[in-house]
C-alpha cells in the first residue's frame, strides 16, 4: 500500500473550549507547529478563537491558525480531542462517561474515514476510558493513540512537592500513575528530588511528618480539579501546559519518559486497559512502557484503579 504523507508540524485541535482554546494559544507560542486547525461542533466559536489565537503570532513564530472541518485531519501529524462537556461541580469525572463517549461516536469515526496516519491525544475526560474508546473507534494501532493522563496530576504534584521543600519542581521526580482521577496513585516509595529520596529531602528541609505531609499533598493534588472547578468552573492553564508538553515529545522525537494513559499489557498484572504509567514518548507515540517501582501498597492501588476503570469499560457498548 502507498505511504501516506502527512504533514507533520500540522495539528489539529477538535474541541475549541477552555481547554481546547488555551492548549492551542500554548501551542502557538511553542513553535511546534507551523499550522493549526481549530474544529469544533460550534463553528463560529473555532472561528473565533482562531482569530483571536493568531493576533499573537506577530510575537511568536509564522504559522497559520484556521477553523476548518473534517477534511483537515487527514494529513495532519498530530490531533488532539478535547471536546466533550467538563465537570460541574460536584461531577467527577466518571460521571461524564456517557455524555463524553457519545461526542467520541461522532469525531472518532471522522478521524477513521480519512486515513488518518498521525498520532491521535485523547484530552477530554474521563481520559482514559475515552483513550481506551478511541483506539476502539479509531482502529488506530495502540501506540499512536495517547491520552494526557496523568501528565497534569504529576505536574501538580511536582509543583506542590517543590512548594514545599522550596526547590525547583523541575528537580522533583515523582509520578502519579493509574487513572488520572479519585482513583489515581502517587509512587512514594520511588519519589526524589535529583537523586535523594524524598524522605531524606524532606528532613533537610525541616519537614518531619512524612506521612501527614504525603498524605496530605495527594490529596490536594486528587482534588485539585474539584477545587479550581469550584472557584472558577473549569480547569484549562495546567492542562494546555501538558498538551504542549505531550506534543514536544512527539514532534521532537524526544523519547521523554511521561506518565500518559495508553493500553498496558502485562505490568502489574493489568492487560487491556488504558490508565497511565510512565512510558517512552516520541514521534511514534508509545514507544514502550517503563516500569516504575512500586511497593506492594501501590501495586494494591494501582489495581484497584484498574478494577475501577474495567469496571466502566464493561458498560460501555461500542
Ligand atoms: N485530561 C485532563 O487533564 C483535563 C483537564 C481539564 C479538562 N479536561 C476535559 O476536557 C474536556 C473539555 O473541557 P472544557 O473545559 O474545554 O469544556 P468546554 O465546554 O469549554 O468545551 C468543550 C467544547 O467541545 C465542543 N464540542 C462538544 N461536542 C462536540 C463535537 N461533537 N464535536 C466537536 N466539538 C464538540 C463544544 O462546542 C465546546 O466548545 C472536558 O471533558 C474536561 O473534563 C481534561
Known amino acids: ?85 467538563g465537570q460541574k461541580p460536584g461531577e467527577t469525572r466518571l460521571d461524564l462517561v456517557n455524555k463524553n463517549v457519545g461526542i467520541f461516536k461522532s469525531i472518532i469515526p471522522e478521524i477513521a474515514k480519512r486515513n488518518f496516519a498521525g498520532i491521535l491525544l485523547i484530552v477530554a475526560n474521563p481520559v482514559d476510558i475515552l483513550t481506551q474508546v478511541a ?20 505536574a501538580r504534584l511536582r509543583y506542590m512537592l517543590g512548594e514545599h521543600l522550596s526547590v525547583d519542581s523541575r528537580s522533583v ?14 509512587t512514594w516509595s520511588s519519589a526524589n528530588v535529583s537523586g535523594v529520596p524524598l524522605s531524606t529531602m524532606c528532613e533537610m528541609r525541616g519537614h518531619f511528618k512524612h506521612k501527614e505531609n504525603t498524605e496530605e499533598i495527594a490529596e490536594s493534588v486528587k482534588n485539585s480539579a474539584y477545587e479550581i472547578i469550584n472557584k472558577k468552573h473549569a480547569t484549562y492553564y495546567g492542562i494546555a501546559m501538558s498538551v504542549k508538553r505531550i506534543c514536544e515529545a512527539i514532534m521532537r522525537d524526544e523519547k521523554s519518559i511521561l506518565p500518559v494513559s495508553h493500553m498496558i499489557h502485562g505490568a502489574c498484572d493489568i492487560d487491556g486497559i488504558c490508565l497511565s504509567m510512565p512510558a517512552i514518548v516520541g514521534a511514534d507515540g508509545i514507544e514502550t512502557a517503563i516500569p516504575v517501582n512500586l511497593d506492594a501498597e501501590e501495586t494494591a492501588k494501582l489495581k484497584e484503579s484498574a478494577d475501577a476503570l474495567k469496571q466502566i469499560i464493561d458498560t460501555i457498548n461500542l
Do not use: W
Not at 18 to 36: D, K, N, W
Not at 135 to 154: M, Q
Not at 173 to 186: L, Q, Y
Open 1 to 85: 500500500m502507498e505511504k501516506k504523507t502527512i504533514n507533520a508540524k500540522k495539528a489539529v485541535m477538535i474541541g475549541c473550549g477552555f481547554v481546547g482554546s488555551a492548549s492551542v494559544f500554548a501551542l502557538m507560542q511553542s513553535g511546534l507547529f507551523t499550522e493549526i486547525v481549530l474544529i469544533d461542533a460550534d463553528k463560529a466559536k473555532a472561528e473565533g478563537e482562531a482569530m483571536d489565537i493568531s493576533h499573537g503570532i506577530p510575537f511568536a513564530s509564522p504559522m497559520k491558525i484556521y477553523a476548518g472541518d473534517y477534511d483537515d485531519v487527514a494529513d495532519a501529524g498530530i490531533i488532539i480531542v478535547s471536546a466533550g462537556a
Open 135 to 154: 483506539i476502539k473507534l479509531s482502529g488506530l494501532p495502540e501506540n499512536r493513540v495517547i491520552g494526557s493522563g496523568t501528565v497534569l496530576d504529576t
Open 173 to 186: 521526580h515523582a509520578f502519579i500513575v493509574g487513572e488520572h482521577g479519585d482513583s489515581e496513585v502517587v
